[in-house]
């Protein structure tokens, strides 16, 4: 072992949800509109997620994207920079995102609906394995 942990604040959680996503920030630069692309979730957390796109996209500290993803019948808009990227198969890309809130607030109530969320599943897991 190298002496490098990999603990995480947050617990992931995996999904296969679609979203969206476009360029939201270029270091100082907002844009308002922009292309629309589209992605699927492998997983999320309070503190960010991964997902996986058929677009090549850079991986830089001065980009923020914004993410559109449905769970629960409610959509989430949130905004995250890339933090790692691993080509995969067949022109399809993975990354890794790291959320930037404005507010505390907003990260809480992301992480009680992923609660809300997980707790949910297993209540169906449950039915489904036992029906009676």
């Given at each position: ?27 100082n ?91 949910l599943?297993?209540?169906q ?8």
């Open positions: 072992m190298n002496g490098q942990t990999n603990a995480r604040q947050y617990h992931r959680i995996s999904v296969r949800a679609a979203c969206r996503f476009r360029l939201r920030t270029l270091g630069k907002t844009f308002r509109t922009g292309e629309m692309l589209d992605g699927f979730v492998e997983n999320i957390s309070g503190g960010g997620l991964s997902f996986m796109s058929r677009r090549d996209l850079p991986d830089s500290e001065l980009l923020a994207w914004q993410f559109l993803i449905e769970l629960n019948g409610e959509e989430h808009n949130l905004l995250g920079r890339i933090v790692w990227k691993r080509q995969g198969v067949e022109g399809t890309y993975f990354y890794g995102v790291q959320f930037l809130f404005i507010r505390e607030a907003d990260q809480h109530h992301l992480v009680r609906m992923l609660n809300r969320f997980q707790i599943r297993r209540i897991e449950r039915i489904t394995v036992d029906p009676s």
